[in-house]
């Protein structure tokens, strides 16, 4: 695997840096003012602008794995809103530029229309949505975002004379003692709270700034811009409406299911927020790991055996340190697989503690690096920024299909079944929060006029009607309307989400497959992938064997399946 060679520059030299945008700007002129008189030329001219965009992107990735690796770290902080506000901006006007000197040109129309597809099409949709009043919106918007890591990077909690993060203490959440569960669940909440004001007062300072921007690029709402923004061109709002109503519809009631056997199983009279992760036989919470670079080593086994391909993948990353994966106080929640298009290989940042949990997460962004190192070779950006219902179909589907070899994390026959089982369950309930989550951004941002208390109730009245209806929240009814905090997506990348869903059915349908012709399915998966963004959504789910529908038709029979599955595992 060639992959952890640097991308041979041919229009950059080799040592090309961005400090500032004194760097950049003779490079974006020469591009803007270089004569083009043929096809040929054309060609060569947006190879040389994406690989000048491809070395932007990187030095930016940097920027932000760094400052989200050590979120105290004032210097990283200033390097990357250094990038977002005095560089982004400068860059924006040019790149629009760039992108009307393409479409522009008489040769446009004399390139292979097929082969360039989706570039040509994202282009014109750039160019419909630039605006540039919104260059400096855009720039505070990035910094203001940033700014949620910040604040939750730094919640932990004080246990036992010990000073967790909350990723840490999600672990006491599995405790059999059901007095620990209860005393730590409230240290968590009672921390949160701590920042309830700041992060409202932060989401009102964003819905402020992206209401503008929409307005400006004549939208009568952010949420319909967003929606042309993220690309969406295999699907309307009516689709994601129908998806909302089918998870309520075969989803929810399985949720309901799964809360009411547990609630059984536990013999409780009421059921908690602190008993939803405790295993009902009473055992000790899965440990599959003690540390990150047992994680690490373990994952590439599972992948090797998988195949290995997607194991060369992780040892790659591991040999160019390209992995950060132990949770510590200070480093920015979350996990994140973060391309990077000059250089080939991914980057994987996580918090793992050595919970179950860890696992689907390290597999889960192992899916998207494998996605990453199958598109590096693509010259076109484009290509290899694919659309999220592709990317996620490689995370999701990796979960599942690598399940076959979770004994590698669980040498114990019932600690495997467990870990089976409550991935399944965990799909089921992930099913239900992606609707109730991009229903509830749809309704802020279609009002997003709204007070704090009236967008806390229009939450609660949102997630009930996702959520299973055992769970007795009485008396923590503040904590219910402050849920939506958590959701690091809802501030950092507002409707990127439901994407996830779509992602899932497509994952389920692969899994399906990958259990009764494994080899053909790996090789489909791979194909579907390696393709990139060089079509469209609908036919890279067809090079994977599956189908891109959420129809209501389709939705009964997945739900069916995982219901028939989940059941094998009891």
């Known amino acids: 695997m060639n992959a952890t060679q640097k991308t041979n520059r041919k229009y950059l030299t080799q040592d090309f840096d961005i400090k500032t945008w004194d760097d950049l700007e003779p490079l ?110 855009e720039s505070v918007i990035a910094t203001k975002t940033s700014q949620y890591a910040s604040i939750t990077g730094k919640q932990t909690i004080h246990y036992e004379g010990k000073e967790l993060t909350l990723q840490q203490a999600a672990l006491c959440l599995k405790n059999t003692d059901r007095k620990v569960r209860e005393d730590v ?122 195949d290995k391909y997607f194991g060369e993948c992780l040892s790659t990353m591991q040999e160019m340190k390209h992995l ?48 990453a190192f199958l598109t590096k070779d693509y010259k076109i950006n484009e290509f290899k920024s694919v659309p999220s219902e592709v990317a996620e179909l490689a995370s999701m ?41 991009d229903a509830f951004q749809q309704k802020l941002y279609e009002n997003p006029k709204q007070t704090t208390e009236e967008r806390y109730k229009l939450w609660v009245e949102t997630y009930t009607e996702y959520e299973s209806g055992v769970l007795d929240y009485t008396g923590l009814e503040d904590n219910v309307k402050r849920m939506w905090h958590a959701q690091l997506h809802i501030f950092e990348v507002p409707f990127y989400y439901i994407e996830y869903g779509f992602a899932q059915l497509g994952a389920l349908a692969v899994w399906k497959n990958f259990m009764q012709n494994a080899p053909q399915a790996i090789a489909q998966y791979k194909e579907a992938l390696a393709l990139g963004y060089t079509v469209s959504i609908p036919d890279v789910y067809k090079a994977a064997g599956i189908k891109f529908d959420f129809s209501d038709a389709y939705m009964a029979d997945v739900a069916g399946f995982v219901w028939k599955e989940l059941e094998s595992f009891k």
């Open 324 to 371: 950060d994966l132990a949770s510590r106080k200070g480093k920015a929640p979350g996990g994140y697989n973060y391309p990077l298009y000059e250089s080939g290989v991914p980057f994987i940042f996580m918090n793992a503690v050595g919970l179950q949990r860890d696992v689907v997460t390290m597999v889960h962004e192992g899916g998207h690096a494998v996605h």
């Open 28 to 137: 974006y002129t020469e591009l803007l003012e270089r004569k083009i008189s043929s096809p040929a030329e054309l060609e060569q001219w947006m190879l040389d602008v994406n690989e000048l965009e491809a070395a932007v992107s990187e030095n930016l990735a940097w920027r932000y794995i760094k400052q989200s690796c050590d979120t105290e770290n004032k210097e990283l902080n200033k390097s990357y809103e250094y990038f977002v506000t005095e560089i982004s901006p400068k860059i924006a006007p040019e790149s629009d530029k760039l992108n009307k000197k393409l479409i522009d040109s008489p040769f446009v129309e004399q390139l292979d229309q097929k082969k360039y597809f989706t570039y040509l099409r994202t282009t014109k949709k750039n160019i419909e949505l630039f605006r540039e009043e919104n260059v400096e919106l």
């Open 185 to 306: 669940y409230t240290l968590i909440q009672n921390r949160k709270k701590q920042d309830e004001d700041a992060l409202n007062k932060l989401f009102e300072e964003l819905l402020v700034l992206r209401t503008q921007v929409s307005l400006n690029a004549g939208f009568k709402n952010y949420r319909d811009y967003k929606f042309k923004e993220l690309g969406r061109f295999d699907y309307n709002l009516d689709d994601c409406k129908s998806f909302h109503a089918s998870i309520k519809k075969y989803f929810v009631p399985l949720s309901k299911a799964i809360d009411e056997q547990r609630k059984k199983e536990l013999k409780l009279d009421s059921y908690r927020p602190w008993d939803t992760e405790v295993d009902t036989g009473n055992n000790k919470p899965l440990h599959p790991f003690e540390t990150a670079d047992e994680l690490l080593k373990k994952s590439i086994e599972c992948f090797t055996v998988t």
């Open 397 to 437: 589907s990796m979960e599942l299909i690598s399940m076959k070899h979770w004994d590698v994390f669980y040498k114990d026959a019932h600690d495997l079944n467990r870990a089976k089982k409550e991935q399944l369950e965990k799909i089921i309930k992930v099913l239900c929060w992606i609707a109730c989550v």
